[in-house]
DNA sequence: CGGTTTATGTAACATATATCACATACATCG
DNA sequence: CGATGTATGTGATATATGTTACATAAACCG
């Protein structure tokens, strides 16, 4: 289709012949809520849907390359950020297995861009439906319709809060917190990131980021070696994650 | 209702016989998009609406006052904003007539609390649907749903920008910003504001904001007076408007 | 192994914004 | 008119963040 000329797609277009359940099956892996939707046009509207693979670092969209599908995704992460032109970059979220492309959705019902840089970060495989196709499921769906309103509702709800950190929170408290979070979800007390990783989720400069990174380990809370930061201290990170300077 | 012991409500609720034609007429004044429904679900779920009144500076609602009702506003305006411990505050949005109130929507379809505070600006009327009534449109009329995801994409939509805005951009060019669309909704060439209001507009201080408002007139773009700023230069303001420095 | 790339450390400096401490001026109202 | 509150002007100073310009070090690769 139109968008089989985008870089870094890798092909495994599948044949929607019979291959209902395990189309369901993979479905409800990654969005247990709307496995069990057995509403007819749902079944045939997913029936009908394509898989694509993304592979690393591909820009999936853009405000220059809008994308007019709608897509769940099966498996990996994307990160949606923004750019200045200064080459700075700030994260806004990430979707997942299970999450609401939002993007997509504003692409698909009205035209105005949206701003920011769709990215994947690791391996992505979606199952794409066309805007006519989302359309029909959401008529024929009470349970897709509440999911998409209430996904929205809370990624609303989550930007609200981000801009409210951006705006108020001074940079060692934001950074404290985005350690704080990664090493909770990460396994163990070693975290793989770069400085400059850290700078691009949180809008600043490599410089900068460093230099706090530093303080905190005077402070005894991580210990910085190439590529990776060990926690050592998780109540002196929390500490500097409620302390406004 | 639980709701009618906050304060500033003024009174005014209606009763819903037979007025269903008045009530369709008030609506479609103000959301065009929705006047022409004619699902049957929809109708009787109008019908069933209350009016509520509001005074100016009322708060409708913040996190810790959640609302558990969706709102249609048909007059007025209303500001929901954040605020910081030291008293900063900045404005997300404002609610009019033809808009869908999201923090309704929020504190409707889940628990989370929105965090942030809605405050009128003016009078303010409101039509009134309780949780189960708003349920019942969503399910009754496509129209309906559009309208609320388009908005709620929408608004997702202005909040990224914000976020880029506030991130990347600095004060003046914010401001300048500010100024010009200020203007161009004004009717004539002065407008009535303070420089503490621009501030809780933009999440700084007065004095940052007084500062910055004293350049644009040493270069001749505004004239100041006490409660009132006066363009004198649309160019010069659109020149720092889109001059990083 | 040596050359190259990538990540980090850091000092010095530039700038934007915040904060403090007032002075002044305008507006309102008795 | 004089008193009071509110809005503005502004210098001085503090601090956070951004920028420049390197040095060093670790990892990578032929």
């Not at 870089?7 to 599948?14: L, R």
Request: include cysteine; charged fraction near 25%.
């Amino acid at each position: 289709m139109h968008n089989s000329n985008i870089a870094g797609i890798k092909s495994s277009e599948v044949e929607s012949i019979d291959i209902q359940d395990d189309r369901k099956r993979e479905l409800e892996a990654s969005y247990p809520m709307l496995g069990s939707i057995n509403d007819p046009e749902w079944i045939s509207t997913i029936n009908k849907a394509r898989n694509l693979d993304f592979n690393p670092h591909t820009v999936m969209f853009s405000g220059s390359a809008p994308c007019n599908n709608f897509m769940f995704i099966l498996k990996g992460i994307i990160r949606i950020y923004q750019t200045a032109e200064d080459g700075r970059e700030l994260t806004l979220y990430r979707v997942e297995a299970g999450d609401l492309c939002i993007l997509s959705l504003n692409s698909m019902l009205q035209n105005q861009s949206f701003n920011a840089i769709a990215e994947t970060e690791t391996d992505v495989t979606a199952l794409v439906l066309n805007a006519d196709d989302f359309k029909v499921a959401m008529n024929g769906s009470e349970t897709f319709r509440n999911y998409v309103v209430t996904t929205l509702t809370e990624r609303l709800c989550e930007t609200m809060y981000l801009i409210q950190n951006t705006a108020f929170n001074h940079l060692n408290m934001r950074l404290a917190c985005m350690l704080g979070s990664l090493f909770e979800r990460n396994q163990g007390p070693v975290l793989k990131i770069t400085h400059q990783d850290l700078a691009h989720e949180l809008g600043t400069t490599r410089e900068v980021i460093s230099r706090i990174l530093k303080e905190f380990e005077r402070q005894d809370c991580i210990k910085l070696s190439r590529g990776y930061i060990k926690l050592a201290s998780a109540e002196g990170l929390e500490w500097f994650s409620n302390n406004p300077k």
